[in-house]
């Protein structure tokens, strides 16, 4: 909860209102690690680098994009709260994580990925695109605390 808080605190600092007023919290990440969901990076001293959520099968919010398409037909894993740890910012661990999420994903016999995130994240966009995301359009998140919010959706092959 240490890294959520930080990355809360730096998209609050940079003027996104993505997870803001308590998303995600505990009770989410919880209910991640129960499904088999959460997955840590870690160091070779075995200190958490960063989190991310990886999700297998269809995502609602998904189920509709506006100005544009998807560009790859299902089957798909979706990544959702990805954060490092604060001092790790621009060291590349982000991309790190990403890398290590698509071998999960692969390893799963899955090739498409989809994820979104805020318009103005653009500290999340620029790393989604070096990592070969590719804009799809725009969805609306459906459910949660954010629910009817905005997102950019990206997607990638990795076969």
């Not at 890294?3 to 919880?30: E, F, K, N």
């Not at 995130?117 to 695109?129: A, D, G, S, W």
Request: hydrophobic content about 40%; some cysteine.
């Amino acid at each position: 909860m240490d890294i959520i808080a930080g990355a809360q605190a730096y998209l609050r600092s940079r003027g996104v209102d993505q997870w803001q007023d308590g998303y995600p919290d505990q009770a989410v990440m919880l209910n991640d690690i129960r499904n088999e969901n959460s997955y840590v990076l870690k160091d070779d001293a075995n200190r958490v680098l960063g989190i991310a959520t990886i999700v297998v099968g269809d995502e609602p919010t998904y189920a509709r994009i506006y100005n544009g398409a998807w560009k790859t037909p299902e089957p798909y894993a979706c990544i959702h709260r990805v954060a490092v740890r604060s001092d790790l910012r621009g060291t590349g661990t982000a991309v790190e994580m990403m890398i290590a999420a698509e071998h999960v994903i692969s390893s799963r016999g899955i090739q498409n990925i989809r994820i979104d995130t805020h318009r103005n994240n653009v500290p999340m966009r620029k790393m989604l695109e070096k990592c070969g995301f590719i804009c799809c359009g725009i969805v609306y998140l459906k459910g949660g605390a954010e629910s009817g919010a905005e997102r950019i959706a990206l997607e990638k092959s990795i076969n």
